[in-house]
């Protein structure tokens, strides 16, 4: 219920836009989405016009994250949810050992445990607001966990599992609320993997994969048995990697993608590497994730959730509110004044505030929220 509270105009943000995923979207991407309504909105994804929109996006991608010499960036429908179960199909072959440390990592590892073809996945939990990385296990062929939590607002190191190497097992790192927004070695991983709708400003609905040549040759050895044996693993075409791989190196997907997500997050990318690529955008991020965990720590109703320092996200941040302060009624006095998507994860069910910090979102907006929320707990 709109109280009437109103928040002066000199405190408020030039946008209120803070969304952990969907993002804030900038005004320069929706005016090219309006210039490619009629040169490629509408068109077939096959044709030449969609092709070189789609070859923009990964050579963007290659520079940006400064992709390794024998890596390929596949991309396909479905986001990264659906990654999982591309991973799970084509990518583990027996027995995956997984991170779980939030609602996202959780998933990944549930995907496995659920597919009939896979060994039983082993798991290293802990809980909400830390990390845990996975141990090297025997008989494991498959290393996974989250660069980012985005329920939580922890981030995890990017680094091989030591003596998985000698295992040879690959090594999947989830980056879709961390890439664009963290620093990351991609050489330290075989399937770095992310949706759009984060750090890249655009929509849901398409996942994309920096893969090892490891990553490729386990996908294609997988995937030719599957067929050639007679295995008891199904793997229907939307879930193929080759397929997928294959279609990428033509500039196009398996199936027809959302043109408008394509537009946008190409525009992103240019974007980020116009202002000094990955380097820049981490640097962004750090200074409004600063600034929040800063004024946290100086408030006396607020503090950080993630009490370790070091695995403090720079793109998703999580800040608990005394139990004084009600956090559902403050999202909604931010609400009314024009400030959005600044609630905390529903099953985490904390008392707090969700901020995401992603590149598009101007660190002095930041430094003016953090003004409005103190404006309005102050008067509730």
């Keep these: 219920m709109n109280d009437g509270l109103q928040i002066p105009a000199s405190l408020l943000p030039q946008d209120?836009?803070?969304?952990?995923?969907?993002?804030?979207?900038?005004?320069?991407?929706?005016?090219?989405?309006?210039?490619?309504?009629?040169?490629?909105?509408?068109?077939?994804?096959r044709k030449p016009p969609v092709r070189r929109l789609v070859a923009s996006i990964r050579d963007g991608l290659r520079s940006f994250l400064r992709v390794p010499d024998g890596y390929e960036i596949a991309l396909g429908n479905g986001g990264a949810s659906a990654f999982w179960d591309i991973a799970c199909a084509c990518l583990i072959d027996h027995r995956?050992?997984?991170?779980s440390y939030g609602s996202f990592s959780a998933k990944f590892a549930m995907e496995a445990e659920n597919a009939p073809f896979l060994d039983s996945p082993v798991l290293f939990s802990s809980q909400p607001g830390t990390y845990r990385l996975p141990d090297l296990?025997?008989?494991?062929?498959?290393?996974?966990?989250?660069?980012?939590?985005?329920?939580?607002?922890?981030?995890?190191?990017?680094?091989?599992?030591g003596g998985s190497a000698?295992?040879?097992?690959?090594?999947?790192?989830?980056?879709?609320?961390?890439?664009?927004?963290?620093?990351?070695?991609i050489a330290q991983t075989d399937a770095y993997y992310f949706s759009p709708q984060k750090a890249f400003g655009s929509d849901g609905g398409l996942w994309f994969a920096v893969l090892s040549p490891e990553a490729i040759e386990r996908a294609y050895s997988i995937e030719t048995s599957a067929r050639q044996e007679a295995k008891d693993r199904w793997i229907p075409a939307f879930l193929s990697l080759t397929s997928a791989l294959e279609n990428s190196r033509k500039e196009q997907t398996l199936n027809t993608p959302a043109v408008a997500t394509l537009i946008l997050m190409e525009n992103q990318i240019r974007w980020l590497n116009d202002h000094g690529g990955l380097d820049w955008a981490t640097s962004r991020c750090e200074e409004s994730a600063r600034t929040l965990y800063d004024w946290a720590e100086r408030?006396?109703?607020?503090?950080?959730?993630?009490?370790?320092?070091?695995?403090?996200?720079?793109?998703?941040?999580?800040?608990?509110?005394?139990?004084?302060?009600?956090?559902?009624?403050?999202?909604?006095?931010?609400?009314?004044?024009?400030?959005?998507?600044t609630s905390g994860y529903r099953k985490l069910g904390r008392n707090q505030l969700r901020i995401g910090v992603f590149p598009s979102v101007d660190p002095k907006d930041v430094q003016a929220l953090t003004r409005c929320v103190d404006y309005v707990v102050s008067r509730i």
């Design 299 to 341: 408030s006396d109703y607020a503090s950080p959730f993630v009490t370790d320092q070091d695995a403090r996200s720079h793109s998703v941040v999580t800040i608990d509110l005394d139990p004084s302060v009600d956090a559902a009624t403050v999202v909604s006095r931010l609400t009314d004044n024009g400030i959005v998507d």
């Design 166 to 185: 000698r295992q040879g097992a690959l090594i999947l790192v989830d980056g879709t609320s961390a890439a664009g927004a963290l620093p990351v070695d």
């Design 16 to 45: 209120g836009r803070f969304g952990s995923g969907p993002s804030k979207i900038r005004t320069d991407q929706m005016a090219a989405l309006d210039e490619g309504s009629t040169s490629l909105m509408g068109t077939s994804h």
């Design 96 to 99: 995956a050992a997984f991170g």
């Design 137 to 161: 296990t025997d008989g494991v062929d498959a290393y996974c966990w989250a660069h980012n939590e985005t329920s939580t607002g922890v981030s995890a190191p990017v680094s091989r599992i």
